[in-house]
Nanobody, 123 residues
Framework: QVQLVESGGGLVQAGGSLRLSCAAS????????MAWFRQAPGKEREFVAS????????NYANSEKGRFTISRDNAENTLYLQLNNLKPEDTAVYYC????????????????WGQGTQVTVSS
């Protein structure tokens, strides 16, 4: 079955960096657009960034532009999210997701989800 397994979360001070990974199995990774979403306590899940199957197209939520970088390694079936200059408001559970088409920022458009990894940013 399809599995998306996130890792790399943790506790970091404001201004710090983290690199999240999402290891995919059970699907033809190169056939899927991938994305990161996040959900803070008491808030709805929100789009962070997405990447096309080739990696040539990327899209970011406005608040993440310039601080976060999404990338993928199709040879390793792995998705990444580099988080720089982290802020306390970035605290959330970060989820990776897979979709058969690229371009959506809506969670319902994604077919498969990981279990999430917690990112906590202290001030």
């Amino acid at each position: 079955q399809v599995q998306l397994v996130e890792s790399g979360g943790g506790l970091v001070q404001a201004g710090g960096s983290l690199r999240l990974s999402c290891a995919a199995s059970g699907l033809i990774f190169i056939s899927y657009a991938m994305a990161w979403f996040r959900q803070a306590p008491g808030k709805e899940r929100e789009f962070v960034a997405s990447i096309s199957w080739s990696g040539l197209k990327t899209n970011y939520a406005n608040s993440e532009k310039g601080r976060f970088t999404i990338s993928r390694d199709n040879a390793e079936n792995t998705l990444y999210l580099q988080l720089n200059n982290l802020k306390p408001e970035d605290t959330a559970v970060y989820y990776c997701a897979a979709a058969q088409t690229y371009g959506s920022t809506v969670a319902d458009s994604y077919d498969y989800w990981g279990q999430g990894t917690q990112v906590t940013v202290s001030s």
